[in-house]
């Protein structure tokens, strides 16, 4: 299909509902299905929290992963949360977001797969935690080791530009 001077295919609809499943989306469905994870996180003390919960991944159509997880906070509270990525063909980048009930952001992700294929490195904006109104980039990489294996790291970028992780959380297949 070819653009005209609006920005709609041959066939008058716009490009953007133009869906095509390509191989990013394919990448995404692998991770279909009940996951448990266990995450163990850094608190600004140095000390470490490890916590448990699950995750539910679903894809919406054939072309957005949705991930609805469920845990423990590290006061003995429960959270929820929500996690969509997709692949915008026209940025040449995933795109997503990512919501829980622990906080008022949310989250815009971009990002890319890495050269093996085998992490995808999602970045976002947001608030500098150490104080004032300034903000940070934070990364999520959402590593594939195995059909039934996933690792999901959190890291933080010093003002060096260094990443600094605070989070891994490991994920298993239930089902």
């Known amino acids: 299909m070819s653009d005209n001077a609006q920005g709609q295919t041959d066939s008058g609809m716009p490009e953007c509902m133009n869906v095509e499943v390509l191989e990013q989306h394919r990448w995404l469905a692998r991770f279909?299905?009940?996951?448990?994870f266990t995450a163990r996180m850094q608190n600004p003390d140095g000390s470490e929290h490890?916590?448990?919960?699950?995750?539910?991944?679903?894809?919406?159509?054939?072309?957005?992963?949705?991930a609805d997880g469920q845990g423990e906070m590290p006061d003995g509270g429960s959270a929820q949360m929500r996690m969509t990525v997709g692949y915008d063909p026209a940025r040449g980048k995933f795109v997503g977001s990512w919501i829980g009930t622990m906080m008022l952001l949310h989250w815009v992700y971009e990002?890319?797969?890495?050269?093996?294929?085998?992490?995808?490195h999602l970045v976002a904006e947001g608030p500098d935690f150490s104080g004032g109104n300034s903000t940070r980039m934070y990364r999520d990489t959402i590593e594939y080791v195995s059909d039934d294996h996933r690792r999901?790291?959190?890291?933080?970028?010093?003002?060096?530009?260094?990443?600094?992780?605070?989070?891994?959380?490991?994920?298993?297949?239930?089902?």
């Open 32 to 36: 279909v299905g009940d996951w448990s």
């Open 50 to 66: 490890v916590t448990q919960g699950s995750e539910s991944v679903s894809m919406l159509g054939d072309i957005w992963f949705v």
């Open 111 to 120: 990002g890319q797969l890495s050269e093996d294929g085998n992490s995808l």
């Open 152 to 175: 999901l790291r959190s890291a933080l970028q010093a003002v060096d530009g260094s990443w600094q992780e605070f989070n891994v959380a490991e994920y298993h297949r239930v089902k």
